[in-house]
């Protein structure tokens, strides 16, 4: 594929980008339809915290790809609505804030997780347990790359 021309459908890196495009879109489509309290932002957020208790806005900058400024936004709406607490460390300490999820983010967090859960289950209704490993590691192995 160049960069100087569109690429058609025949290739393939844009047949891919073209379906994470639309994954992204439905995500969002669904938060607003369902009228979910997470929107898929406040989800990736929580996600990481949940994974990594004690991190740092850094932290999921670093993670995420993102400028510290935008997360910090973004997390300062989750703590104004009481879903992560942010404990500062002893003056001097090397970590700065730690994030925690407080217990109404675990509850926000959980239920949404089974909100989403179950539409993804609907959409993958009849695949095989072996084309659903096989699209497990792709996109596993997907989201390891690096980024340039």
């Given amino acids: 594929m160049t960069t100087s021309a569109l690429p058609d459908d025949s290739d393939p890196i844009a047949r891919v980008q073209r379906e994470l495009l639309t994954v992204g ?10 009228d979910e309290a997470l929107s898929v932002v406040d989800r990736s957020l929580l ?13 999921i900058a670093t993670h995420f790809q993102l400028n510290r400024s935008t997360v910090s936004r973004q997390l300062g709406a989750l703590l104004d609505h009481g879903y992560v607490s942010a404990d500062e460390e002893p003056a001097g300490g090397p970590r700065g804030i730690a994030l925690r999820l407080t217990d109404a983010g675990s509850a926000a967090f959980h239920q949404s997780t089974r909100t989403v859960l179950d539409s993804v ?7 095989s347990q072996g084309d659903l490993e096989a699209f497990a590691r792709m996109l596993e192995r997907y989201n390891a790359a690096p980024d340039e």
């Avoid at 879109?25 to 369902?34: D, H, L, Y």
């Avoid at 289950?121 to 695949?127: D, H, T």
Wanted: charged share 40%.
């Fill in 25 to 34: 879109r439905r995500g969002t489509a669904r938060v607003r339809r369902e």
């Fill in 47 to 59: 996600t990481y915290i949940q994974d990594n208790p004690g991190c740092r806005a850094v932290d």
């Fill in 121 to 127: 289950a609907r959409r993958l209704e009849g695949w």
